[in-house]
């Protein structure tokens, strides 16, 4: 019985804990004074507000965290870099693994 309720109260925790993380990432992710992701790709990530802007929530965490480091590094040199790359530079290391924990949420 009482590892159950250890068992428990962990799964608890931990929940509480990512639900801290994908709340810290929404509101970055909404901040239009950062990056203001929201305004070209909509709240949850699928509501581009151009059919070229690609849908990007729900899509695997690491992956997100490599696109949005790449962008901020200038590395990556697609069609539509240059305002990722303006979007970007605000965020830190750690604004990038919280939104893309966001965004993996969906």
Known sequence: MKKVVVAAI?????????????????????SPGKGGCATCHGETGNEPVMP???KI???MEMYLINQMQDYKLKKRKNGLFVPMEVAMEH???????????YLASF
């Open 52 to 54: 070229m802007y690609p």
């Open 57 to 59: 929530g729900g899509q």
């Open 91 to 101: 965020y830190s290391d750690e604004d990038i693994l919280q939104i893309a924990k």
């Open 10 to 30: 962990t799964c608890l925790s931990v929940s509480a804990f990512a639900s801290v993380e994908t709340e810290s990432g929404r509101q970055l992710y909404l």
